[in-house]
Every structure is written in structure tokens, then in C-alpha cells.
């Protein structure tokens, strides 16, 4: 079983759309939540962690369900520069406190 | 904000060259440097974990012979991808932990190398 699993979409959705990505995770000892953007041949650049109680950054808020072991991405009013590859990551506090990365849902936002 | 740099961006090479890819943390310190790798339309894998002065601790599957990792400094650490061949084609991802400040435990990437292997 993956450590994390995305819907990998894709998403086409129109300018001012609200989309929301979802993602589950299976190790219970989880305990740090990201979700990374990445764009077309580029590396992942983090968009926003993840905390328990929710959180927002202007059009973005992400969600956690520890119960469900969910995370979820709601973006509102889509602009065409949200366009790429959001990756759900999970950190598991062993080790080398590594992180584990969904395969990642494409969105494509069309004018 | 804290840089990653990754050098080279892209690489073409014939099959049984060595590869050498470079990751600087640019403004911080990184104890801890991870490579990753993406094959298209895959999420990124953990290679391995590179420490600062001591040796790389491998992700199952993946050679330590042919996947030479050297972590000399807090700011360096170097991939190696000996005797490539097409099956090692895919895009290489350095990432740097900060051990201090207000950035402390945020993972940074760097660009990426594109490795293709003719």
C-alpha cells in the first residue's frame, strides 16, 4: 500500500472555479502534512502545511481529518496560473524524518 | 529565502558515462540532504539520504554501487550515477533540510537534473 494516495485527476476547470483535492495517508504516525506545487519539469515548491485545525492562505485552504487520515486542497476563484501538479506530502517523524509524496493531481485551469 | 542549488540542470550523455550531480544549500546549513527521483507522471522517490560526513543511508532498491553519494560539507552534497545506461533516465531531485532558524526542518529543492541517457 502507498504511504499516500492522490487522485490523480486531471482536473480541467474553468477560470474562477473552486476545486478541491483530496488525499489519504496510511501511517497513523504521521505527524507533518504539506501540500507541494510543481510545474511541468520543475521541482515541487511548497505551497502550504497542513495543521489540524485548518488553515487558509488567501485562495488556498487545506484541511486535516487525523481520524480519517485525510488531508484535503480547496482552491477558490482558479486563476490560470494555478495550473500544475499539486503533490499531498506526509513526513513521518523516524529516522531521517523523510518525506513521502502522493503521485501528485494535475489541474488545468482553461479560460 | 533559503536556495537549493542544483547543477547541472540537464544532462544528455551515451550509455556508460558517469553522471555527477551537484546540490548546494546556498544560505543554510543542511546535516541532512535527501535525492529524489520522478519517471513521468510518477511521484517523487526517495533514492536515499545523504549525512554530512558519514556514509548515505540507501532507500531499498536502489544501488549504492551505481548511486555514488558524497556529503564532504553542510552545504554540498554530490550524486553520482555510474555507468548510466536509458533505464537511469529520469529527473533527479536534490532536497536540503535547514538545521536552524526560522526555517529549521523545512525540506528545499533544488531545480532538478534531467538525465538522459542515450
Known amino acids: 500500500r502507498k504511504e499516500v494516495e492522490q487522485d490523480p485527476g486531471p482536473f480541467n476547470v474553468p477560470e474562477g472555479a473552486t476545486v478541491a483535492f483530496n488525499c489519504t495517508y496510511s501511517?497513523?504516525?504521521?505527524?507533518?502534512f504539506f501540500w507541494y506545487r510543481q510545474d511541468c519539469r520543475k521541482e515541487p515548491k511548497l505551497l502550504m502545511s497542513?495543521?489540524?485545525s485548518g488553515n487558509e492562505d488567501g485562495r488556498f485552504t487545506a484541511q486535516l481529518n487525523r481520524a480519517s487520515q485525510y488531508i484535503s486542497l480547496l482552491i477558490r476563484d482558479s486563476k490560470l496560473s494555478d495550473s500544475a501538479t499539486y503533490l499531498c506530502?506526509?513526513?513521518?517523524?523516524?529516522?531521517?524524518?523523510?518525506?513521502?509524496f502522493g503521485t501528485g493531481t494535475r489541474l488545468t485551469v482553461i479560460p | 529565502g533559503a536556495v537549493v542549488s542544483q547543477h547541472p540542470s540537464w544532462v544528455i550523455c551515451k550509455s556508460g558515462t558517469s553522471v555527477k550531480i551537484e546540490c548546494r544549500s546556498l544560505?543554510?546549513?543542511?546535516?541532512?540532504m535527501f535525492w529524489y527521483r520522478q519517471f513521468p507522471k510518477q511521484s517523487l522517490m526517495l533514492m536515499a539520504t545523504?549525512?554530512?560526513?558519514?556514509?548515505?543511508?540507501?532507500e531499498q532498491g536502489v544501488e549504492k554501487d551505481k548511486f555514488l553519494i558524497n556529503h564532504a560539507s553542510l552545504t554540498l552534497s554530490t550524486l553520482t550515477v555510474t555507468s548510466a545506461h536509458p533505464e537511469d533516465s529520469s529527473f533527479y531531485i536534490c532536497?536540503?533540510?535547514?538545521?536552524?532558524?526560522?526555517?529549521?526542518?523545512?525540506?528545499?529543492f533544488g531545480a532538478g537534473t534531467r538525465l538522459s541517457v542515450l
Open positions: 532536497s536540503a533540510r535547514s538545521i536552524m532558524g526560522l526555517a529549521k526542518n523545512i525540506q528545499y
Open positions: 501511517n497513523s504516525a504521521s505527524q507533518s
Open positions: 497542513v495543521y489540524s
Open positions: 506530502v506526509v513526513r513521518v517523524e523516524t529516522g531521517a524524518n523523510n518525506l513521502f
Open positions: 544560505d543554510f546549513q543542511a546535516t541532512t
Open positions: 545523504s549525512n554530512e560526513g558519514s556514509k548515505a543511508t540507501y
